[in-house]
């Protein structure tokens, strides 16, 4: 155990390094931010003074250095768009992200997997056709156009809830939430099922598909034949076997709705890490565009590992690998 810890461990150093590498590439040589920051009527003395106090000026091998050292001690410097440091910037941002990624998470899961369970075990049934209908457009339909329907139809056609921004928030000293109150889970319930949409389709397809297979094999067709009853071979050992790659989907999707809540920051106008990034390309704001990509990979990693580390918990056979590998 500890030697898999210590390989997945090394592994994420080695992604974290590359990824600071593409971001330190990829953003360092984009646009101008001095054109942006002066304007065109600045002196030459004027810019070339703060490209030094930006650090513009020294070799790249020094700045790529420099960048590695200071994103280790979560600094990422100055924004060129609002000249606070980017940490400030990203804390602000940070938890309207995790909180709507957290309640998308937990709708796809909760949502999904019951009704993945539902339409394998009654294949047949008028309403697990209508769940797979359903499945259908939450695949096929993209995710803004699943908010703007949400805003016509619960926004403005109903008036049940509020259509953007996010209110009702409580302040906790090191976090601002609106979980704690009715308002808030007002502005945060679309924008939510917004994103968890696909997600929850994924992982009701996946649970059916799994269920199906599960079903299928000798060990289950024992428990039959011992005479088990059909609740204890269906939630006792069909679902505990179907449930070991919707961890692992599952992880990767909660990766995905970080990266990808986005599109449903800016249709929402919810005030998170999206939104920042995507003002932050409009102003070439390096600082950000590179600490998000940072953050974002730091959190792929850590939800990796995490996945790999349940895997390895409720997969016996990964076990019986590594005692085996050890052994040998």
């Given at each position: 155990m500890f030697a898999f810890i210590v390989q997945r461990l090394f592994q994420a150093v080695l992604v974290m390094l590359v990824v600071g590498l593409i971001s330190f590439a990829l953003f360092r040589f984009t646009g101008?931010?001095?054109?942006?920051?002066l304007g065109q009527e600045a002196t030459i003395e004027q810019?070339?003074?703060?490209?030094?106090?930006?650090?513009?000026?020294?070799?790249?091998p020094m700045q790529f250095f420099k960048f590695l050292v200071n994103a280790s001690q979560g600094e990422f410097g100055l924004s060129y768009r609002v000249g606070k440091p980017v940490e400030e910037l990203i804390a602000t941002a940070l938890p309207a992200t995790l909180e709507l990624v957290f309640v998308s998470a937990l709708m796809a899961l909760?949502?999904?997997?019951?009704?993945?369970?539902?339409?394998?075990?009654?294949?047949?049934?008028?309403?697990?056709r209508m769940f797979l209908t359903v499945s259908l457009v939450g695949v096929s339909l993209p995710t803004f156009?699943?908010?703007?329907?949400?805003?016509?139809?619960?926004?403005?056609?109903?008036?049940?809830?509020?259509?953007?921004?996010?209110?009702?928030?409580v302040d906790l000293g090191f976090w601002e939430t609106?979980?704690?109150?009715?308002?808030?889970w007002s502005f945060l319930i679309m924008p939510a099922f917004t994103l968890a949409l696909f997600q929850l389709t994924l992982i009701m397809r996946l649970v059916r598909a799994e269920m199906l297979e599960v079903l299928r094999t000798d060990y289950i067709k024992f428990a039959k034949a011992r005479g088990l009853r059909n609740r204890?071979?269906?939630?006792?050992h069909a679902l505990k076997n179907t449930l070991v790659p919707v961890i692992t989907i599952m992880?990767?999707?909660?990766?995905?709705?970080l990266a990808f809540s986005i599109i449903t920051e800016t249709?929402?106008?919810?005030?998170?890490?999206?939104?920042?990034?995507?003002?932050?390309i409009r102003f070439v704001d390096i600082p950000i565009m590179s600490c998000y990509l940072m953050l974002m990979a730091f959190f792929f990693v850590i939800i990796n590992l995490s996945v790999d580390l349940l895997y390895y918990a409720v997969d016996p056979r990964l076990r019986a690998e590594t005692l085996g590998g050890a052994a040998h």
């Open positions: 101008d931010p001095v054109n942006n920051m810019r070339q003074a703060l490209r030094e106090k930006l650090g513009l000026n020294d070799p790249v909760l949502i999904g997997v019951p009704m993945g369970v539902y339409t394998g075990l009654k294949r047949h049934a008028p309403l697990s156009v699943i908010g703007i329907l949400m805003i016509l139809v619960f926004g403005v056609w109903l008036g049940w809830l509020p259509t953007f921004g996010r209110q009702g928030l609106g979980l704690l109150t009715l308002k808030g204890a071979i269906n939630y006792g992880g990767l999707q909660v990766g995905s709705l249709v929402f106008a919810w005030p998170g890490m999206g939104r920042l990034f995507l003002d932050s």
